[in-house]
């Protein structure tokens, strides 16, 4: 993998940052993915209390960006404010939450459910692209292979939903790709113009508070006001619950694209939505069907594929 500036061995020297170590960066790729598919559940508690969408989306972006700028100020790694870093906080604040989070939320009514999931794990297909295009990762079809395999794993589940009902929807099918653009973007992001001497944490921190700065106007725009608690229980749940699941996987997201660059990052996308099924099974008694356990060895295999060169070249 080719390494540019922005991962400058100044980035090790921070509290918060890990060891570079192969099998760290597989577990908190598996476990970025298994805590970010909670918060689906998340989602569904916070609209089935009632709690405005947009509204739901800043509170816990600002939330959970001001506790964990409370933390850099602990660990002394306060984000510095320089106008790169303040461009980078606003950048990708608003491809990593304020923009797709939007466009998700306006398409989900225009589409069919299916239609939508199989959109969002479109990102790692652009991220591969990306990162080829701009020579951050060199070509290998072994990843390429990993990648759809990934791919196919999400299709096994979501595919019996997918078909388009009515053919108006290709142009609101269009727009919703846009968000895994916006996803991708978010992980070339974070390694090409990550500010040097910012540890992850920090940089964290003004993701979210810059995410939740975009997502202000749209919220007041929408017409969505909202101030907590909710009304009901299960919404102060869905809230705290989605403020604790930011808390972490924005800094694991840092890490991972920090150590080993974003591709190898990609196949957490799909451990996202087979773990959201997973939560399903263990909170709401769903049942999973047959071709969900043949997507999860898919997934499993696509993982392997995927990172593979690298685990062979570090070893």
Same mark, same amino acid.
């Given at each position: ?49 009632? $709690?405005?969408?947009?509204?739901? $989306? ?76 701009? !020579?951050?990762? !060199?070509?290998a ?23 388009? #009902?009515? #053919?108006?929807m ?9 968000? #895994? ?14 500010? #040097?001497?910012?540890?992850?944490l920090?940089?964290?921190?003004? $993701? ?41 996987i ?9 150590n ?24 709401f ?31």
């Amino acid at each position: 993998m080719t390494v540019g500036p922005f991962m400058s061995e100044e980035n090790h020297i921070f509290r918060s940052a890990i060891n570079p170590d192969k099998s760290w960066l597989i577990l908190l790729l598996f476990l970025n993915g298994i805590i970010y598919g909670m918060h689906f559940v998340a989602n569904k508690w916070a609209v089935d209390s009632g $709690i405005p969408v947009f509204a739901y $989306i800043f509170w816990y972006s600002f939330i959970a960006g001001v506790i964990l700028l409370l933390l850099c100020i602990c660990l002394r790694e306060f984000p510095k404010l320089s106008p790169k870093s303040l461009f980078v906080f606003a950048v990708m604040g608003t491809t990593g939450i304020a923009a797709p989070l939007a466009l998700l939320t306006w398409t989900a009514s225009k589409l069919p459910a299916g239609v939508i999931g199989l959109v969002v794990v479109m990102s790692p297909v652009f991220t591969y692209i990306f990162s080829t295009v701009l !020579k951050i990762e !060199k070509f290998a079809w072994l990843r390429v292979l990993g990648i759809l395999i990934g791919f196919g794993s999400v299709l096994l589940v979501y595919l019996p939903d997918a078909s388009l #009902p009515d #053919p108006s929807m290709a142009s609101w099918l269009l727009i919703a790709l846009i968000a #895994p653009i916006c996803f991708a973007a978010t992980n070339v992001f974070a390694a090409i113009i990550r500010p #040097p001497k910012v540890s992850s944490l920090a940089l964290s921190a003004g $993701i979210l508070l810059g995410g939740s700065l975009v997502m202000l106007p749209i919220m007041l725009i929408s017409g969505e006001y909202w101030i907590p608690p909710a009304d009901m229980m299960l919404g102060n749940y869905a809230l705290i619950t989605a403020i604790l699941i930011n808390l972490a996987i924005w800094w694991m997201f840092l890490e991972i694209v920090r150590n080993a660059g974003p591709v190898f990052f990609t196949p957490s996308n799909y451990v996202i939505v087979l773990s959201s099924i997973g939560w399903g099974v263990v909170i709401f008694g769903e049942k999973p069907s047959i071709f969900i356990w043949g997507a999860v060895i898919m997934m499993f295999a696509g993982v392997f594929l995927v990172n593979y060169g690298q685990i062979k070249k570090k070893s």
